[in-house]
DNA sequence: GTCTATACCCCGATAGAC
DNA sequence: GTCTATCGGGGTATAGAC
């Protein structure tokens, strides 16, 4: 039953959490080390460079698979099936992808080159295959461009407007209405 | 010439930006006082209950106008004009508007009971007064609800994707196009 | 009102025992 | 591998001179 799990492993999943609902900042190794039920000292023994390296292993783990959500996107018979089942996903995966999502931006600034590089990259190669899939199904390339930015903006600024100003009232404005609504619009406007 | 303001609104004023940099957490109070001209110990005549009183000053003056922003909604002709100024509006007044918004929202956690309720009131007679415009260009008050949601979220989102992610590439997208788009979008399905 | 000087604590980090 | 013990430094905060 005890998830005796790698002493290594523990410390990077309180960490995630830890920094998660804190901050990097706010988190300070004894905290951490209290959470995994160790020393300070044993911390050094897995990361060899401190506080800063947690950091980068659990930015790394961290870091969501954004192009496995596309995937239930796939075979979508039409644009508003389409923008529907891209709500879907976000309201199935969406509320710990958004946290990671939000968590990773506002850690930005304590990352390397090397780190801001691979994320923007990532949401570049999210934003591709989502106009991929938006295409067929519209005017030309550059229509199929804007709207998926469009849509993902408008679901985007939806769950980090629930996520960060109260969790509570998700559901002041109904996500299911929501997403009809982005859906009703896209479609109608510019399904062909 | 000198603006010789008042020290402790220097205090406030360079804690503003140090926070909105690099957020309160990281912020020393040495580093506010070397920023204010003085030392740590001047900043206590003036807060006596340190760095978090500074905090809580600068949230209060922090809150962003958002109200003021919409008074240039008033008038509109249609909806697509309306949707068209209120992306006007995000454009001029967004960049500050947001990263204030970002902020706040960071700090969250930070703040006491009273200081969310009031965030959470002004962002709900946001929406009210956004309805409030919406409703004479639409089918009743839900419709006009939702669309203010909608296009809030998606401007709102938008800006918090550029903000965060890179500034550079603030014109990948280019902004006049976006608010073309869902204004288009906006007024083709719901404009009556 | 503002400074100097200082107290005290917690932080990140490490050496060395086990 | 993990702990105990400890160090240096920077953090917040304050007492008292000016």
Partial sequence: M???TDLRETITEVSCNLFMEQGYAS???KQIADAAGCTTAALY???????????HKVIEQC?????????TLEGASSLYELVMRLGDAMRTEGPELLRRLRWLMIELPNMGEAE???????KLEFMDRLTDLIEPFVDGRQQAEMLAW?????LF???QTFIS??????RDVPDTEFVEMLATMTATTYGK
């Fill in 63 to 71: 870091v969501p698979d954004m192009m496995g959500m596309l995937a």
């Fill in 165 to 170: 100003m109260d969790l509570r009232s998700y």
């Fill in 150 to 154: 469009v849509n993902f903006c408008a």
């Fill in 116 to 122: 801001r590089a691979m994320l923007h990259n990532r």
């Fill in 2 to 4: 005890t998830p005796k």
């Fill in 157 to 159: 600024g939806y769950g």
């Fill in 27 to 29: 988190t300070s190794i």
């Fill in 45 to 55: 023994y897995y990361y060899e460079d401190g506080k800063e390296a947690i950091l």
